[in-house]
């Protein structure tokens, strides 16, 4: 059982959608998604632990801890299974959830996903981890260059998901991305090859395309969402 209750917004009627906003975000990130699905879902956009009006809690501040605070989520709401969307660090949590949980997720999208921090290109990421150590010097002062370390740590030291594993999930996946987006191509088409029901949707755009270009980007999710019997079980 979780240490906190996850904040988040509510919005919409019908089965449940829910979607996970990226690293040093919060749930109003999917605005455009909220609107668009809330005629056909009940969409709850959350706040990760330590994210938006969500508490830190005193659990790891983990990816793995993040995929538990989701399954708590679901068991508080009485949510047993649900299409998710995650973006971001929200996919390796979504992920990282549908590995550990697959019959509770009946449609996973992954935008913007990495299996470990090499999948983000360099220019990128050195930044990243520059950022990261130079916050990790006076954690032990600032409270505020503490929590800014956890936060870039992160996307320094996780995810970290065998390629390999995503073999055993059938659960049916988009895996979408921006032509010009923040993961590298190869590692992007690494997910999507070693997912055995996904597919790849690339919208033009960069990393943050769901806020961005927000028409391409739900329509492909729709279309994803509404094909196929099973979608809404």
């Known amino acids: 059982m979780s240490d906190i209750s996850l904040c988040y917004t509510k919005q919409g009627a019908g089965p449940p959608l829910l979607l996970l906003h990226g690293n040093g975000q919060d749930g109003s990130y999917f605005i455009h998604q909220m609107e668009y699905f809330s005629s056909r879902y009940t969409?709850?956009?959350?706040?990760?632990?330590?994210?938006?009006?969500?508490?830190?809690?005193?659990?790891?501040?983990?990816?793995?801890?993040?995929?538990?605070?989701?399954?708590?989520?679901?068991?508080?709401?009485?949510?047993?299974?649900?299409?998710?969307?995650?973006?971001?660090?929200?996919?390796?949590?979504?992920?990282?959830?549908?590995?550990?949980?697959?019959?509770r997720v009946s449609r996973l999208i992954l935008n913007g996903a990495n299996l470990d921090p090499s999948g983000v290109k360099p220019q990128v990421q050195i930044p990243i981890v520059m950022g990261y150590k130079l916050a990790s010097l006076f954690a032990g002062k600032?409270?505020?260059?503490?929590?800014?370390?956890?936060?870039?740590?992160?996307?320094?030291?996780?995810?970290?998901?065998?390629?390999?594993?995503?073999?055993?999930?059938?659960?049916?996946?988009?895996?979408?991305?921006?032509?010009?987006d923040m993961i590298k191509d190869s590692h992007t088409l690494l997910i999507a090859h070693s997912l055995p029901r996904s597919r790849l949707e690339v919208?033009?755009?960069?990393?943050?395309?769901?806020?961005?270009?927000?028409?391409?980007?739900?329509?492909?999710?729709?279309?994803?969402?509404?094909?196929?019997k099973d979608l809404l079980l």
Do not use: C, W
């Open 142 to 180: 600032s409270k505020k260059a503490k929590a800014h370390a956890e936060m870039l740590g992160l996307m320094v030291n996780e995810p970290h998901i065998d390629p390999e594993t995503l073999e055993s999930l059938r659960v049916r996946t988009l895996v979408i991305v921006g032509t010009r």
């Open 43 to 103: 969409v709850y956009a959350m706040d990760t632990r330590g994210h938006g009006h969500s508490p830190r809690g005193a659990a790891p501040f983990t990816i793995a801890q993040f995929a538990q605070d989701l399954s708590d989520f679901m068991n508080e709401h009485d949510i047993l299974r649900a299409p998710i969307l995650g973006f971001s660090d929200g996919g390796n949590i979504a992920l990282t959830f549908a590995l550990a949980h697959p019959g």
């Open 203 to 228: 919208i033009v755009g960069d990393h943050f395309i769901a806020a961005k270009n927000p028409g391409p980007f739900n329509r492909a999710v729709e279309k994803f969402l509404t094909e196929g």
